[in-house]
């Protein structure tokens, strides 16, 4: 039974929610736990951690606390730790199912991001909430939203807005205005752009995830799950209709987050695709980023066209 509970082992809808999670234990259990010393456990929603592990009926569980929530499972094994758990589920094979790799996978990506984050944060002097968001003057809600990746580098070049767009100098400027929203008929007065991850390094995420050994994709994602509240905060307030991503990992990251099939860029770049972000409808248009775009003229010349004609039938 996909809905019982490892404890009580009554159903329970809420337990469909987080179904790639083995052991999972009900709402009635959940609130019957206690730490180790019999105190109501603590959690804390906005950093995603808590007290671990748990006791139900004197029935250890471990909670894993994510995105603001958390899922209260039974350690039927007695393990000294909530990573020790993990791997035990992972060698008896209960998380074996597609959607369960996947959590399992995203769990260890998130903690090991969180971990390192935290690290990377001082080791190269991260700027939070830099380069401030481009607001074009003439933006309305219901517009478009260019996203881009990072902040990337704060001691170099002086990088007053996201993607330099307040200056028609810098070749960011040039891509953007010329190669994506002139085939959509915008300027840069009629768009926003933020990043995905809000922070500047004093080096290039490219350089910290080879230096710390950590795929790049991986360090891309880690940060974007860590920057995402701030994030769907900006899209809340901004609400578009359209969102331009730059950047495989940027689109990448944003199926995952919409839980859709995922397309590699190359086969969907510049045609649009329907996601939900937190209920709310956007309109995915995949663009390559500059350097990208130069290099693999072969690959992506058909890009401002491609956006042309998306933009005829849209009628933008
Ligand atoms: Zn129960």
């Known amino acids: 039974m996909k809905n019982e509970c490892s404890i009580c082992h009554q159903s329970d809808s809420s337990l469909m929610r987080d179904i790639g999670w083995p052991n999972r234990v009900c709402r009635i259990c959940n609130a019957k736990a206690v730490t180790e010393t019999g105190e109501t456990p603590n959690w804390d929603s906005m950093d995603d951690c808590g007290d671990n592990p748990v006791f139900i009926d004197g029935i250890k569980c471990w909670r894993r606390y994510r995105f603001g929530g958390y899922v209260t499972m039974r350690d039927s094994y007695d393990c000294v730790s909530e990573e020790a758990f993990y791997d035990k589920l992972a060698t008896e094979g209960l998380i074996g199912s597609p959607s369960g790799k996947r959590a399992l996978q995203e769990l260890k990506m998130v903690d090991t991001m969180k971990e390192s984050y935290r690290n990377l944060k001082e080791k190269y002097q991260a700027r939070k909430a830099y380069p401030p968001d481009f607001r074009g003057t003439d933006y309305k809600k219901g517009g ?11 001691t170099k070049s002086i990088v007053r807005k996201v993607l330099m767009l307040d200056d028609e100098d810098s070749s960011l400027y040039k891509y953007v205005s010329q190669h994506i929203l002139s085939p959509l008929n915008l300027t840069v007065d009629q768009i926003i752009a933020l990043n995905l991850v809000n922070l500047s390094f004093n080096t290039s995420l490219a350089r910290i995830a080879k230096w710390e050994s950590i795929p790049f994709d991986d360090l891309v994602n880690g940060l974007a799950e860590l920057s995402y509240d701030d994030f769907k905060e900006k899209l809340s307030k901004y609400k578009p209709k ?75």
């Open 144 to 154: 478009l939203v260019i996203v881009g990746q990072d902040g990337g580098i704060t």
């Open 242 to 316: 359209y969102v331009i991503t730059l950047g495989q990992p940027v689109f990448q990251f944003l199926q995952r987050k919409a839980g859709v099939t995922f397309h590699p860029i190359r086969e969907v770049f510049a045609t649009g695709i329907e996601i939900v972000l937190d209920n709310d409808p956007l309109i995915c248009l995949p663009c390559v980023h500059m350097r990208t775009y130069n290099v693999n003229r072969k690959v992506y010349k058909d890009q401002d066209n491609r956006l042309r004609k998306w933009a005829l039938n849209q009628r933008l």
